[in-house]
């Protein structure tokens, strides 16, 4: 019981290209914020059509012979699913240096992603994860619809990863006047994962005035929080503006709210996100 | 949340459900025309309400890949309906049926499915079997031999057909069993009972029409205690079926939004011409067998129907009864459980005889509600029968203080308190008597009773009475818990039993 109130780190583990950097940088924030990680793999179950005939008559006691057959055909296709999970699991183990992380532990859980991630919210602390899946490597969508409205829900911070692992040594922050940027810049203050990087902090506005006290109130909590920042106020659409600015710098990751209202509430986990991961595979943090 | 899984449920199949769809409209057609003669309507009446029925809980129903339509057990409820009053009462009975089936969903009455034993719902499905087997037998008694021959080479086919290499699973045996036979009967000018003429068939596709029926009390209370028959009895063969195809393909329904669709569904057969319907668990499974699985199996089927009676009606009217009795003794033998038979040697008795029960009330009344109320009601008998047996008084005498103590241990409830009170011994003069009832549960206030009447009466014998324990024995007591799923709390009220 203690063990599942824990909050972990969760990165979630699959055979896709991305999945080794999934674990790094799972690995680094378990270790730079000491808390414990948890692999975990999921089962998604096909339908079991193996045995399916058209043959549409009704033979006695056909109800318990239909279940015996999918019953097998599942049990089969369960036991090979967990057999290759266990596989990737100790690949992600071995890639770990698990003497500086608290606790590692490996977790597989039967049902799609966002089943998983109902399931088992309670014990994530942030939730590292691919931006594409092994399923959908090759769709340009990006994150899957369903997988997009789960994340919505879940109110815990989400690092999306698209690329190969780099230790973060700087991040944007995208501030705008919203609660939910607020807290996302109370978080940034209060976690060590931030200690050694350099934070830009970055504000879209067409009011300067306006948009420079905002950075100011902010720049200043980063700098009580001890934090090494610099601020910009950048014009014009807000997506171009971050994105230009991101690459211009160089900037390790991205870090942004969940915006509740204005202008960036759109972007939030859209297109913005998608663009960005895609224009410089460098990984995103979402906090709520 | 709800888009996607929606999508999901829709579209996340579509070549097998579509596939299935097909198989299972094919199937549909034969039943329809048979459960329309059972109720004794013109087989239109069901073609159109197996139509509206699939298509409608397609959208709205709680269990994906269910086949809903005109069944057996619904029809079996009209027969004195359409008789005394017609086809137009039973089309207001169907669209009552539905109102009272989502009053049902908002009461959260699918709750209720718990309470129906392994045994009742075995009852439940051979006494479905043996109906629809009933039912054919008008069609097998003072005919010709051909008939029977029809009938017997029908049933070959059904079982033999799939085992033709390759377009054995390919081609539905009923649909083969019935294009032969119809060419048999064609060919050899064999004068047989066709569908044609038992009454209509569809020609046009069905129109939105309010039942001809006078809208006062007087019509109410005549369909009234119809519609409550089917709309009880198409839950229960919803539920259960709902929780077959759970258990077949290990994922959940919602049985809330499965009630309110029936209800839903039997609206808009009334509304469209049909009778009130419900799941089908045989075509249920012909679905799932088939590779439905999703929303879509269901709605294709329903589509497909009624575009296939639709147009091709006329061939409808020449297909030879022999070969619906067919598909219909063939669904018969599919919905019986037979294994319940040599069980019955190996089940305790008690299931046996809920199970009889259940299958003899039903087919005595011909109503499926009777019979499964019947064999709960056995079930929950049998069950206090049980749980009385778990109840003991120990007796031990300190000579020293004249005091009789007695140790209640167990279940005490209105079953067991004839056994409680005889542990007593009235006739003994004491000067105390110590009754510790802390290791004893008192489920109920004929428990509490029966120990004021023992209490009473061993004073009356003139003993100083004490009762040891009575707070932790009467937690028990209250209906609800505040236990819930807290096994801690559990084992404190059940003190380790």
């Known amino acids: ?64 012979d239909l279940i015996k057959t999918l019953s097998e055909d599942e049990q089969a296709e369960s036991k090979k699913l967990i057999a290759e999970g266990k596989v990737l699991l100790e690949k992600a183990k071995v890639r770990i240096d698990a003497s500086l992380i608290p606790q590692v532990m490996s977790k597989q859980h039967h049902g799609s992603l966002d089943e998983t991630l109902v399931d088992l919210q309670d ?17 340009e969508t990006g994150i899957g619809s369903q997988l997009e409205n789960t ?10 990863v698209n690329g190969a692992f780099k230790q973060p040594q700087s991040m944007m922050l995208a501030y705008n006047d919203t609660d939910g940027a607020r807290k996302a810049l109370d978080m940034v203050c209060k976690s060590p994962l931030y200690k050694l990087m350099q934070v830009h902090l970055v504000h879209v506005s067409e009011n300067e005035s306006a948009g420079k006290a905002l950075l100011l109130e902010a720049g200043f909590k980063l700098q009580e929080a001890g934090l090494s920042h610099q601020t910009a106020l950048l014009q014009g659409d807000a997506q171009n503006a971050l994105l230009h600015y991101q690459q211009q710098h160089n900037l390790d990751m991205t ?10 509430r759109s972007l939030f986990f859209g297109s913005f996100t998608l663009k960005m991961l895609k224009a410089n595979n460098k990984p995103i943090l979402l906090l709520r | 949340m709800l888009l996607a899984q929606n999508k999901k449920d829709w579209f996340g199949n579509i070549r097998g459900d579509i596939l299935a769809g097909i198989v299972v409209a094919l199937a549909l057609i034969p039943e329809a025309i048979a459960f329309s003669i059972i109720a004794g309507v013109d087989p239109k009446v069901g073609l159109y309400a197996s139509f509206a029925i699939a298509v409608i809980i397609a959208i709205t129903g709680g269990r994906p890949g269910m086949i809903s339509a005109a069944t057996a057990a619904t029809a079996v409820l009209m027969v004195t309906l359409v008789k005394e009053h017609g086809l137009e009462y039973l089309l207001a009975a169907s669209i009552l049926a539905g109102v009272l089936q989502i009053l049902a969903g908002y009461l959260n009455l699918h709750t209720l499915i ?35 021959a029809l009938t017997a080479f029908g049933l070959m086919i059904i079982y033999l057909f799939p085992y033709v290499p390759k377009i054995g699973k390919l081609i539905p045996s009923p649909l083969v069993t019935i294009l032969v036979l119809t060419a048999i009967v064609l060919a050899m000018g064999i004068d047989v009972r066709t569908i044609g003429d038992m009454g209509a068939l569809p ?18 209370w005549i369909i009234l205690p119809y519609s409550a028959a089917i709309a009880v009895v198409g839950l229960l063969e919803s539920l259960m079926t709902a929780q077959v195809l759970d258990e077949m393909t290990d994922t959940d329904s919602d049985k809330k939004r499965e009630c309110k669709g029936q209800g839903v569904a039997n609206i808009g057969s009334g509304l469209m011409g049909g009778m009130a319907g419900c799941a089908m668990i045989g075509q249920s499974i012909i679905n799932v067998k088939s590779g439905g699985r999703g929303r879509l199996s269901t709605f294709t089927a329903g589509i497909l129907l009624l575009i296939m009676v639709v147009f091709i009606s006329d061939w409808l009217a020449v297909i030879p009864m022999a070969a619906l009795v067919a598909v219909m003794i063939m669904v018969s033998i599919g919905t019986f459980n037979w294994k319940s038979i040599p069980e019955m040697r190996t089940n305790p008795k008690s299931a046996t005889v809920v199970m009889l029960a259940t299958v003899i009330v039903t087919l005595w009344t011909h109503n499926l509600a009777f019979g499964v109320l019947t064999g709960v009601v056995l079930a929950a008998l049998f069950m206090a029968a049980k749980l009385q047996q778990f109840m003991a008084v120990e007796k031990s005498f300190d000579d020293a203080t004249n005091t009789r103590t007695y140790t209640v241990v167990g279940q005490v409830f209105f079953n067991s308190t004839e056994k409680f009170v005889g542990y007593f011994d009235f006739k003994e003069a004491v000067d105390r008597v110590i009754i510790d009832v802390h290791r004893a549960h008192f489920w109920d206030i004929s428990a509490v009773y029966a120990l004021d009447k023992v209490v009473l009466k061993l004073r009356r014998e003139g003993a100083e009475v004490e009762v040891i324990g009575l707070n932790e024995a009467s937690e028990t007591l209250v209906d609800k818990y505040a236990v819930h799923n807290d096994p801690a709390k559990i084992a404190k009220v059940m003190g380790g039993h």
């Open chain 2, 114 to 148: 718990s309470f129906i034993s392994r045994s009742v719902m075995i009852g439940f499905l051979n006494a479905l079997a043996i109906l629809i087997f009933i039912a054919q037998l008008p069609e097998l008694t003072n005919v010709t031999w051909h008939v029977y």
């Open chain 1, 123 to 139: 014990e994530i602390r942030v939730l590292v994860l691919g931006l594409r899946g092994e399923d959908h490597a090759e769709e």
């Open chain 2, 203 to 220: 020609d046009t596709l069905p129109i939105f029409l309010w039942p001809d029926v006078p809208l006062n009390l007087e019509t109410l």
């Open chain 1, 151 to 160: 994340i919505r829900a879940l109110h815990k911070p989400i690092f999306i």
């Open chain 1, 1 to 64: 019981m203690e063990q599942l109130q824990q909050k972990w780190v969760m990165a979630c583990v699959d055979g896709s290209p991305n999945s080794e950097a999934v674990v790094d940088y799972a690995a680094w924030i378990a270790k730079t914020v000491q808390s414990p990680l948890e692999l975990v793999h999921t089962l998604e179950h096909g339908l079991l059509l193996e045995h399916t005939d058209h043959s549409g008559n009704l033979t006695p006691n056909m109800r318990d």
């Open chain 1, 255 to 264: 870090v942004m709210g969940a915006f509740s209202h204005g202008k960036l």
